[in-house]
């Protein structure tokens, strides 16, 4: 197995960089390949390993387009040394180890370092509505903070990723009860079990603080970034009230201060500033020296982002009794490896009497110690969390292949729903399909043209049940039959643009004197209300008609999701205006559009409505989420099996970096109804004079 690995490292001062770094090496023991890919700097720790290998992540995209790996893993953390995993998270999905849930912080340097206030907000109304929206764009003005504690911006890359690991019950709670369904796997955070000598270990801290440590000296310590949400504060008071009862205690807080968290004027204010020190960023090895050396380990959480600690599982493979927070992930410790602080208005109170008890009774904070590092060998060991990755990894490569999405690929999302379709093969569906277009000899050339697109829009569209309906907007009768006999709905309708109100009884017959019949309802998609009850349709098809509309796409949409059961499908396909074909077409001063001609009128005057508008990929998907559906498909194909194209456009692509996927001649989607529509007149599709 060969796997893209992206990750920050040290010298970037995150926790994600020390996990990475530890996870590594015994990863690359299990698999053919690993390639970490990071931004422009130099690893401060040489990664020793045949099998692995510290690339820049612009050299992926080249790689991974050539299909030289079986599984892509994005690090996301909640701090601006992920931004460029983000971006492309979004771009090529993969599997992302989530470390917490809420990435609000990490969505503002996305945004908002970048001036990108539109994004930001677009962002939030996304992952929590209008009003939500209303509030951030107070943020803009000065007038408040941007609300990261309630709304956690992980909406977009939980919906376009292919499967997510977590480190606890908490995550896993969170992602499900708030409705993403992609595949999921609780891995323990790891740990190594250090050899330190503690004698030496004090002495350092001893050197690094300035303080006199002999062997009756009380130490307490606290790790990781200093930020309002350990509860430093409450630490401080409490620690301030132990020093009265012993008076040569002492606190060392090691981690980069935060500068809207000021520490130091409450250390005055309790006058406690000869007893503790806080010694900022250190390297590794001496943030394992400076815990190796206290007695008391502090690690508190409130409110919590779902993250699992690893300076807490740091704590306890040294064998060091810990206090934490009665919240989050430390509610699924056993209760005998830490102790756990009530989260109340006595916080100060329990933290203080606990501080006490642990230096009062020695053996009460040895079994505690003991029992922490024997959970953290027996859980978190770097061997059975690397395992278990690669296990995963499979799953997911099983699932969804990683590869290019302007290949045709499983729907994410979807496969799991059509147990309940009948095997067939591509070629077969391409044949059944034909054989509905003979009675026209020009529908017979048009679905030729068009049965690879055909026969793959069966492929993605959800299999029924007896009991379920599906609809086709600009029904042929070519495309219809399939949905039956393959898909297995019980009642199938089409639509057609016509005088609002009339049905019309259509049949078409194939070769072998199968024959499909169904009702054909006339409106017109952009002006009329569809005549069907809320909620009518399990699945709407949409194929080649969204190019045509002129006027407002956006109430064909609205009307969809109306028509939509909860939890129901729109399958939605169209040319794709940033395709291979129109990026050669331009090159060579022609139109990029698949079909901008103008259609001659028959002798009545009538002509067929032409392409008013062609779509690029990531439209469609605004599209879909303004009408209050996930995406849970986007992917491209061509009308034909064999290219069309020059290869000098796809080379000039790739050596400008210009993005390669999505770039077949068809756009092919698949959304899910989550709710109502979003946002009914979209700004990126619709001028407001």
Not at 382 to 388: G, L
Not at 603 to 608: F, I, L, S, W
Request: some cysteine.
């Amino acid at each position: 197995m060969r796997i893209a690995f992206f990750s920050s490292l040290n010298p970037k001062p995150s926790g994600i960089s020390d996990y990475s770094e530890a996870l590594l090496p015994h990863l690359a023991t299990q698999v053919d390949q690993v390639d970490v890919f990071i931004e422009d700097y130099e690893p401060s720790i040489p990664l020793f390993c045949d099998r692995l290998r510290v690339r820049h992540y612009r050299e992926f995209e080249p790689e991974y387009r050539a299909g030289r790996y079986d599984a892509v893993l994005y690090h996301i953390g909640n701090n601006p040394y992920h931004v460029y995993i983000y971006d492309l998270a979004l771009r090529i999905p993969g599997v992302l180890v989530l470390h917490e849930f809420n990435l609000h912080h990490l969505l503002a340097n996305v945004t908002i370092a970048r001036q990108d206030w539109e994004g930001y907000f677009q962002e939030v109304e996304y992952n929590a509505g209008p009003a939500a929206l209303e509030r951030a764009q107070k943020v803009r003005e000065g007038l408040q903070e941007p609300d990261y504690d309630n709304i956690a911006m992980n909406r977009r890359l939980l919906e376009q990723s292919r499967g997510a690991i977590v480190h606890s019950d908490y995550v896993v709670r969170q992602v499900q009860e708030n409705g993403f369904l992609l595949p999921l796997r609780k891995i323990q955070h790891g740990v190594e079990i250090p050899a330190v000598d503690a004698g030496k270990a004090r002495r350092r801290l001893a050197r690094l603080a300035g303080f006199s440590l002999d062997n009756g000296t009380p130490v307490l310590g606290v790790f990781g970034f200093l930020k309002s949400y350990k509860r430093i504060h409450e630490v401080l008071r409490a620690f301030a009230r132990l020093c009265k009862l012993y008076p040569k205690a002492k606190l060392v807080l090691v981690g980069e201060e935060h500068p809207q968290y000021p520490l130091r004027p409450l250390i005055s204010e309790l006058a406690i500033d000869d007893a503790v020190r806080i010694l900022g960023y250190v390297d590794l090895e001496t943030f394992v020296d400076c815990m190796a050396a206290c007695d008391i380990c502090v690690n508190l959480r409130g409110p919590t982002a779902g993250e699992t600690s690893g300076s807490f599982l740091r704590a306890l493979a040294l064998g060091k009794p810990t206090l934490v927070s009665e919240i989050g992930t430390f509610l699924e410790l056993p209760d005998d490896v830490a102790v756990k602080i009530p989260v109340t208005g006595r916080e100060i109170d329990w933290l203080f009497e606990y501080m006490r008890i642990l230096l009062e009774e020695p053996v009460l904070a040895r079994a505690i110690g003991e029992r922490g590092l024997a959970y953290a060998a027996q859980e978190c060991s770097w061997p059975k969390v690397a395992a278990e990755y690669v296990e995963f990894l499979k799953q997911c490569a099983d699932r969804e292949p990683v590869r290019s999405n302007s290949e045709p690929k499983p729907a994410s999302g979807v496969a799991e729903e059509n147990s309940s379709r009948t095997d067939v093969s591509q070629e077969e569906l391409e044949e059944y399909i034909v054989g509905f277009s003979h009675a026209s000899p020009m529908m017979e050339e048009y679905v030729l043209l068009h049965r690879k697109r055909l026969a793959r829009t069966v492929e993605i569209t959800p299999a029924g049940r007896s009991e379920d309906r599906v609809l086709e907007l600009g029904c042929y009768l070519h495309l219809t039959p399939a949905l039956r006999k393959y898909l297995r709905y019980g009642e199938v309708r089409g639509a057609y643009y016509g005088p609002a109100g009339r049905t019309d009884y259509r049949a078409a017959t194939a070769p072998d004197g199968e024959v499909f019949a169904c009702p054909i309802d006339l409106f017109d998609v952009e002006r009329d209300p569809f005549p069907y009850a809320d909620g009518y349709f399990q699945t709407v098809l949409c194929c080649e008609l969204l190019e045509h509309l002129a006027a407002d796409p956006m109430h064909m949409m609205a009307e969809i999701n109306r028509i939509l059961a909860p939890g129901g499908h729109l399958v939605l396909s169209t040319p794709n205006v940033t395709s291979l074909r129109s990026v050669h077409a331009v090159l060579l001063g022609y139109h990029p559009g698949l079909f901008h001609a103008y259609i001659k009128p028959d002798e009545e005057g009538r002509a067929d409505p032409r392409h008013s508008r062609e779509y690029a990929p990531r439209e469609v998907a605004l599209l879909l989420e303004a009408a209050g559906l996930q995406v849970i498909l986007l992917e491209t194909g061509d009308y034909r099996s064999e290219g069309s194209v020059s290869e000098s456009t796809e080379k000039l692509l790739e050596a400008n970096q210009f993005p390669p996927e999505l770039r077949g001649e068809i756009i092919y989607c698949v959304g899910r109804k989550v709710g109502p529509v979003r946002e009914r007149w979209p700004k990126e599709l619709y001028y407001f004079p």
